[in-house]
Structures are given as C-alpha cells and as structure tokens.
C-alpha cells in the first residue's frame, strides 16, 4: 500500500519511539511510506528532536486562547502540506497520529476520498484540561477532538481504557480497533545476560530492582527507595534507574538521608539503543503507577527480556497482565501493597523465574511487535479501501 503518514510530533520520547518503529515496520514488509510532519515533507521527513524551544517560548508568552487557536490554524498549514504530498504520492490511505486541534489528516482525507486511519494514544483534552495549565477553549477543543475522531474511517486507541474515551464521543465500535504499544525483537535480541548485563554495571550479586523512563513524582520511585531502607527489603537489594527525570536529585538525596545512596544508581539518559543492556540487568522491573488510559513503552520492554514485573492492577494494565503469569499486581489505593508486593517478589526466587517465563511468552501471545502492529494498520487500511 501506500500510505501517507502525518504526525505534529517533535519530542525526541516513547512518542518518537512509537513513529519510528511502526513507518520501519510498515516499510519492512513492502508498504511505502511517506512522512508529513513538522519541518520538510519527505520519505524520511520530520525527524523528531529538532529545536522546538521557540513553541515552548511563544507558548508561555501568548495567551492560551491564542496559542490554542494557533494549534488549530496549523491545520490548515498541514493540510497544504498533505495536499502538496498527495499530489504526487497518489495515496492509498492517510495515516495520522492524533493531536489536539489537528484536523489536517480529515480534512485531506475527505478532499481526497481515501481513507483516514487515526492512531490515538490519549484523551487529549481531558489530559490538557488537567495539565499545562488547562485549556482556554475547551468548547472547541472537546469539538475538535470529537470531529477528528467520528470523521475517521477507523479510530486507533492504544488501550481498551481509551477506546472507552472514544465511543463516549460517537465513534462506534465498528469503526475502533485496539492497537497497543508494541516491541521490535530484534533491538533486544543481542541483549547481555542477566550476571554479564550486571557485571557491566558493577552490579554483581546485587538483586536489582529496575525502572526505566523520564522519572517524575508519581510514578513512586520513592517509595521503592523507603522499602530498601526499611527491614523487609534484602540487603543486596539495589535499584536501577534508567533514565532521568524532574525528581532525580530529590530521589538521590532521600537514598543519602536514609543511608542507601550506595544501593541506587541513575543512569542518567540513555540511547535506546542501550536500552536492553541496562534492562536486561533487572531482577525485578517497576512499574509502581501508571496513566489510566496508556499502553507503556516501558512495559513491552520489560516483557520481551523475560523480567519479574511488579506493576499495579489497574484496568489499562489487566490487558497485558495477568497475577502470577507474568506479573505480580498489587492495589495501587491499598496503603502498603506495593511494598507487600516488592517484599513477595524479591523474597521468592521460585516466583520470580515462573514470571520471569510468563512475560516472554507474552509477546508472541498478544502479538505485542511492531511488525504485529503493522500487519494490523494494513488490513484495517484494506478494509477501508475496499469499503469506500
């Protein structure tokens, strides 16, 4: 096929990551691919991590209102750039990774009668009302997420959490397809063994409780650090975080006060090309919160290296874990259970090895890749073809 892919994403994250792996996948199996993003149009266009500190400035100088109205006039501008790419791409389908206010992706779908295929992995206006500050529009915006996705030939959420925010909109199920997050297998196949990954890092005999991701206050890291410093935690026990994050130097400084800065190590930010060197020296991996609705990146990774995962039971999570196949869960609102749990998994070698089984088996079951995923876009994309 050939698909026209649209995305206003410049954050060099798992959001990166996702693009990325699903245009590699896509085009691994034959489909060509053209790329429509911020900055030039092309076959490799829109490469994220480029300078964006003048939207950051002139987003903290304008009045909301007008910086929302500027995200929404944008459409018009990628709109002109889709336009310019069909001219002479001659696509099958327009692909388009949902952002507030874009509207781009529709627009050149109708004008051109192909099918549009969009990929949602948040609830975007109600994350904006309750973060950066809310939204100044929020009339227009709920109308112009509401549009987007009712006006799609198939919505794309990355849970069944968010497929819920989606039908709440109209969109019905005929027209939603759960697609989650997913692993390229092959970056993880050269991974070190756990003692060799360990000695590495000069981690040896240590059981290494793992994290991975940009580290903010409530994702919990500090309860792990108040958990090794109390009596239920071994005394080899060590955690490893890959990554950084706001809350690092307040996460140090608690491991100081409690006298185990010598048990916890930040790796700082990491290419994701070490990624599995570093996850692969994991004894036990964390996920101790998570966003309601989200599909995490982190999570994919921890399972194709075969890691013991202690992770919350929420509804979101429920659709990749299951207690005591390949993840032991705790109830995030019970006061004490995560630590409950951390003390179960590190305290059970036998435990840990049933799970550490459990989650390599989960992959290949859910089909959890990015070739899986890709497989999928395209037969929902030929389904729409063939029903236009």
């Known amino acids: 096929m050939k698909i026209l892919y649209h995305h206003r994403t410049a954050s060099k994250d798992g959001q990166a990551v996702h693009i990325e792996e699903l245009i590699a996948a896509l085009r691994?199996?034959?489909?060509?691919?053209?790329?429509?993003?911020?900055?030039?149009?092309?076959?490799?266009?829109?490469?994220?991590?480029?300078?964006?500190?003048?939207?950051?400035?002139?987003?903290?100088?304008?009045?909301?209102?007008a910086y929302e109205l500027m995200e929404l006039s944008y459409s018009w501008l990628a709109y002109r750039k889709l336009m310019a790419a069909a001219r002479i791409f001659q696509p099958d389908v327009i692909y388009e990774r949902y952002n507030l206010f874009l509207l781009a992706g529709l627009m050149a779908s109708r004008r051109l009668k192909v099918p549009l295929l969009l990929e949602v992995n948040a609830p975007l206006v109600q994350e904006r009302s309750k973060h950066s500050g809310g939204l100044a529009l929020q009339s227009l915006a709920r109308w112009a997420e509401g549009h987007a996705w009712r006006g799609a030939s198939w919505v794309l959420p990355v849970t069944q959490v968010l497929a819920d925010h989606v039908r709440a909109y109209g969109v019905p199920d005929a027209r939603i397809a759960v697609i989650p997050n997913g692993i390229n297998e092959a970056h993880f196949q050269a991974a070190p063994a756990s003692d060799e990954a360990?000695?590495?890092?000069?981690?040896?005999?240590?059981?290494?409780?793992?994290?991975?991701?940009?580290?903010?206050?409530?994702?919990?890291?500090?309860?792990?650090?108040?958990?090794?410093?109390?009596?239920?935690?071994?005394?080899?026990?060590?955690?490893?975080?890959?990554?950084?994050?706001?809350?690092?130097?307040?996460?140090?400084?608690?491991?100081?006060?409690?006298?185990?800065?010598d048990r916890v190590t930040f790796t700082g930010v990491v290419h994701r090309d070490q990624v599995p060197a570093h996850v692969s020296a994991f004894d036990v991996a964390l996920q101790p919160a998570v966003v309601a609705y989200a599909s995490p990146l982190k999570l994919m990774e921890y399972l194709v290296l075969g890691k013991a995962i202690v992770a919350p039971r929420v509804p979101n999570l429920l659709e990749v874990l299951t207690e005591g196949q390949n993840a032991h869960l705790f109830e995030q609102d019970v006061p004490g259970a995560f630590e409950a749990a951390l003390a179960c998994v590190c305290g059970d070698a036998a435990l840990r090895l049933r799970l550490e089984r459990g989650a390599r088996d989960t992959i290949g079951r859910l089909r959890l890749t990015w070739d899986g995923n890709a497989q999928r876009v395209v037969s929902l994309a030929q389904e729409a073809v063939r029903s236009l």
């Open 28 to 65: 691994a199996q034959g489909h060509e691919v053209h790329v429509v993003a911020p900055g030039e149009v092309g076959e490799d266009a829109g490469t994220m991590g480029q300078d964006m500190d003048w939207v950051h400035r002139l987003k903290a100088r304008l009045p909301k209102a």
């Open 198 to 261: 360990k000695a590495r890092l000069g981690l040896q005999g240590r059981l290494v409780l793992g994290f991975t991701g940009f580290v903010r206050d409530w994702h919990g890291v500090d309860r792990v650090i108040a958990w090794m410093a109390g009596t239920t935690a071994p005394r080899n026990s060590h955690l490893l975080v890959v990554g950084d994050g706001p809350v690092r130097e307040e996460l140090q400084d608690q491991a100081r006060q409690l006298g185990i800065a």
